[in-house]
């Protein structure tokens, strides 16, 4: 398998409830990243990893836990959302330094919370 | 700062060209990126110009990059229904800035037949 894979594509949650999403690059690459898309709003970068380690967390709320095990896997754990934590979550990476290759995106985690 | 901006909407109409712009604040930026995001999908990198280069095409794509004015734009040629998306610029400055990539608020593409 080829590029950035996202699981699952879909996810309902309560707000009581944990759970995770998984994102894995097959590009060799060493910087991964979080981001978040809801509607009418611009993308927002949640977290960056670079060499599994965390190198920016722009004010994410603790309810997002990131982990980062190795270069080519991510996960955000979730806990305890709100309704408004509703969108689709993309994973991407890159190479560093960053060339003409720009980042690769998955195909996202459509997020609801009920 | 760090600043991309886009118009949120074009319409087009099938074999057209479409036009979609884009400015930026960072004159240091290295690279500048399109993307296309389809519906219920991730983005896709379409494109890319580095900073030294003025235009670059690539079949029906042309980007034009005015750094003076800071200013980007795509031009899709014989647009077709299948382009109809979300079109992102974003702009890179290197190292410097981390790896990180600065994305506008994305211009939705609507192709009518």
């Known amino acids: 398998e080829t590029g950035v894979t996202q699981t699952p594509r879909h996810l309902v949650m309560g707000m009581t409830n944990k759970k995770s999403l998984k994102c894995e690059q097959h590009?060799?690459?060493?910087?991964m990243y979080w981001y978040k898309q809801s509607a009418k709003k611009p993308l927002e970068l949640m977290f960056v990893y670079n060499f599994k380690e965390q190198t920016e967390n722009n004010s994410v709320p603790s309810r997002f836990s990131p982990e980062c095990p190795n270069s080519s896997h991510l996960f955000l754990h979730l806990h305890t959302l709100q309704p408004e934590d509703s969108a689709l979550y993309l994973c991407?990476?890159?190479?560093?330094?960053?060339?003409?290759?720009?980042?690769?995106f998955g195909s996202g985690t459509r997020l609801t919370v009920v | 700062g760090e600043d991309v901006e886009q118009s949120l909407f074009l319409s087009v109409r099938e074999g057209d060209s479409s036009v979609i712009n884009c400015t930026y604040t960072?004159?240091?930026?290295?690279?500048l990126y399109w993307y296309k995001q389809e519906p219920g999908a991730g983005l896709q990198l379409l494109t890319y110009i580095f900073s030294n280069m003025d235009m670059k095409q690539d079949q029906r794509l042309t980007v034009l990059l005015n750094k003076k004015d800071k200013h980007l734009s795509l031009r899709i040629a014989d647009t077709q229904t299948g382009d109809s998306a979300i079109y992102f610029c974003a702009e890179s400055t290197g190292e410097a800035a981390g790896n990180k990539l600065t994305f506008g608020g994305g211009t939705r593409v609507l192709v009518k037949p």
């Open positions: 590009l060799g690459h060493n910087a």
């Open positions: 960072d004159s240091s930026s290295t690279y």
């Open positions: 991407a990476s890159s190479q560093e330094p960053l060339g003409g290759g720009g980042y690769t």
